[in-house]
């Protein structure tokens, strides 16, 4: 955990479906369909650990499709994925965050007419009643109290507290992206996928976002984002994957990709073909 992951992927090749030194989540040949529409068709994949992974695409390419079937939000047609080793094709999206494999949504999930504090408390793993069947009432107590204090300190780190009270559905779009990212960090995970984290946030709340994303690698974790601003993705990541039409089709540190022809091209291509194929 010497957060340099840099280094340890400087001699890995550039090109999609590539190895890595060390990988924390490996995906094989996974597909998923929607009518005749292949919105996932990844033939391997794998994600360095302890490094800031950016997966970028135009729109439809199946960024958000692909997170929802790594972590368990709809089923795949076929593959299988390892979290550190362990197998998770198959399961179901509560035992995936236990893992320690959580996502975050591009559209928020904060439930509007909970407290900031109750949706954070909500999201505790332990929270879970099937956790609690036959064990004692002060144990139960004393983790209720643990989760309460490490919302707490989480919403303090995200700037929250002076809105813990609050309805969630009266915060900002940018301070429900913050809301959302804390909450994902209650369950402790090793990697964190978030979809969109920066969308329809205003400039002053994306550096601290940025910070905060900045922050969780430091602590040991991965983070593999979704992401449309190109600024944004040179800033902060290790490393890019980019997909299109439901393919990898690049691989690479932020500036290469940046400068390869075929992602220009995807993009571009999309914008020239409004949308058509
Ligand atoms: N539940 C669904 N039913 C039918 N088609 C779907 C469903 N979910 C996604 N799709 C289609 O699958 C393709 C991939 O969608 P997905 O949302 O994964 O793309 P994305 O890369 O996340 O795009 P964006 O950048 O716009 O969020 C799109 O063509 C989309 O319309
Ligand atoms: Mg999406």
Request: charged share 20%.
């Amino acid at each position: 955990m010497n957060g340099k992951p840099h280094s340890a992927l400087e001699g890995v090749a550039h090109r999609p479906g590539t190895s890595k030194p060390d990988p924390i989540l490996v995906v094989e040949e996974t597909r998923r369909s929607f009518g005749g529409l292949r919105a996932v068709d990844v033939e391997h994949l794998e994600v360095q650990r302890g490094a800031i992974t950016a997966l970028i695409g135009p729109n439809g390419a199946g960024k958000t499709t692909l997170f929802n079937v790594l972590t368990g939000f709809e089923r795949a047609d076929a593959g299988s994925w390892a979290f550190d080793g362990t197998p998770l094709q198959g399961r179901r999206a509560h035992q995936i965050a236990r893992a320690g494999m959580v996502r975050t949504f591009q559209l928020t999930k904060a439930l509007a007419r909970l407290t900031v504090l109750d949706n954070m408390l909500l999201a505790s793993p332990a929270q879970r009643g099937e956790r609690f069947t036959g064990a004692l009432a002060q144990s139960w107590r004393l983790q209720e109290e643990r989760n309460r204090r490490q919302a707490q300190e989480l919403l303090e780190r995200f700037g929250l507290t002076a809105l813990s009270g609050q309805f969630a559905g009266t915060l900002s779009g940018g301070q429900r992206k913050l809301l959302e990212m804390a909450r994902s960090l209650m369950a402790g995970p090793r990697l964190l996928m978030l979809d969109e984290p920066m969308a329809g946030v205003n400039p002053a709340l994306r550096g601290s976002l940025l910070e905060h994303i900045h922050g969780i690698k430091q602590e040991g974790a991965t983070v593999v984002f979704i992401e449309h601003d190109m600024d944004v993705v040179m800033g902060i990541s290790d490393w890019v994957v980019v997909m299109a039409e439901g393919r990898l089709i690049a691989e690479g540190p932020p500036a290469a990709v940046g400068a390869d022809p075929l992602v220009i091209d995807a993009y571009l291509g999309r914008r020239r073909g409004g949308g058509t194929t």
